[in-house]
């Protein structure tokens, strides 16, 4: 690991301009995959800037209904703050799933969005990889891939966003906000990752010494929401297909859908082909398949990922069956 310099931001003009001064420094959050990625070597800051004690770890109801959550509002607050469980819960659902309750306490709403992916390629810095090294190749392509991207990708790269919260916070139309030397700014999660194109190790719309201060959800939508998750092992792992669903039926109609899959791309995938379809249509379950076949329609996995199409589709079903006889149980005690 490289030396590096450590300061304490007392407050967020601060910490930008603390940042500003030295092109090689990061924020410090709750380090969780931070400092795992410096003891590799993928990450080899000058300074770090800890941010853990501005007052950026409050929960704050809107003025329109919505929910404020600050960037420093660790995991575990997160999921279990009576409001969030209460609005959101696939959120709530989504942040339990990510993680053991040790990392939960340290890792932050900041950090989580801006983890970088678990591909073997990335985190070893002894193999090219356009993300660490643009213009070294992807050997993920034709190497190990099992885990990686089938939607959005490109000859880049094909490695997947980790985030489970990214992918609530995703179907809820969150919206990130930041702040720079100039000031404060916001752009909706939806634009907040950039696509793969040609240029991988661009992640994210964030300018250079940007800070996330937090992020505000609009008001939940009348909707039975859940995030469910697949992996390899029943203990904590990252997910090889998730999906992130909020449905309101009324009559057997869908009436609202919002869907979100992660582990399927680079960034967490919103389904809008997938919720077009839904739209007035009968609460079934080959309803459900066929608008997850018209989301899939896009897909071009690689031989060792193909799975994961038939996985989606299958979860997208199972989650949407869920939440359609949720609402009806609904619909019937309010009769």
């Not at 990686?148 to 916070?169: E, K, N, R, Y």
């Given at each position: ?30 380090g ?11 990450e080899?800051p ?17 003025d ?18 009576p ?8 959120l ?7 993680a ?18 678990r591909?073997?390629?990335?985190t ?6 356009n993300?660490?090294?643009?213009g070294?190749g ?5 190497g190990e ?25 995703t179907?809820?139309d ?9 000031g404060p ?12 194109g040609t240029?991988?190790?661009?992640e994210?719309a964030l ?7 937090g ?23 990252f997910?090889?297909g ?7 039926v009324r ?35 080959e ?11 896009a ?20 989650v949407?069956t869920?939440?359609?006889a ?10």
């Open positions: 690991m490289r030396e590096f310099d450590y300061r304490r931001a007392s407050d967020v003009p601060g910490a930008v301009a603390l940042l500003g001064a030295e092109p090689e420094a990061r924020y410090l959050g709750g969780t995959n931070l400092v795992d990625l410096m003891k590799s070597g993928v080899r000058a300074l770090l800037v800890d941010v853990r004690e501005l007052p950026l770890d409050r929960i704050e109801v809107t329109d209904g919505g929910l404020h959550i600050g960037a420093t509002v660790t995991n575990s607050d997160l999921a279990a703050h409001e969030v469980r209460r609005r959101y819960p696939a709530t659902q989504a942040v339990l799933a990510g053991s309750g040790q990392l939960r306490n340290m890792a932050t709403v900041g950090g989580n969005l801006l983890q970088r992916t591909c073997a390629y990335f070893d810095v002894s193999k090219p990889c993300k660490r090294l643009p070294s992807c050997p993920a392509v034709a891939h099992h885990n990686h991207a089938i939607l959005g990708a490109s000859p880049h790269c094909v490695a997947v966003h980790p985030s489970d919260m990214g992918v609530a916070l179907a809820f969150a919206v990130v906000h930041y702040v720079t030397a100039e700014h916001e752009v909706p999660l939806a634009e907040f990752y950039l696509p793969v240029t991988p190790h661009r994210t300018p250079a010494g940007a800070l996330i201060t992020v505000t959800l609009p008001p939940a939508p009348a909707a039975a929401s859940c995030y469910r998750k697949v992996r390899e092992r029943a203990s904590y792992a997910a090889i998730s999906v992130a669903a909020a449905l309101d009559d057997g109609t869908v009436r609202a859908a919002r869907l979100a899959f992660g582990a399927v791309a680079s960034r967490p995938w919103r389904a809008h082909a997938a919720e077009r379809a839904l739209i007035d249509g009968p609460a079934t379950a309803a459900f398949a066929a608008a997850a076949d018209a989301e899939l329609a897909a071009e996995p690689l031989p060792g990922n193909a799975y994961k199409v038939t996985l989606i589709r299958n979860l997208v079903v199972a949407l869920e939440l359609a949720e609402c009806r149980r609904t619909e019937e005690a309010t009769r």
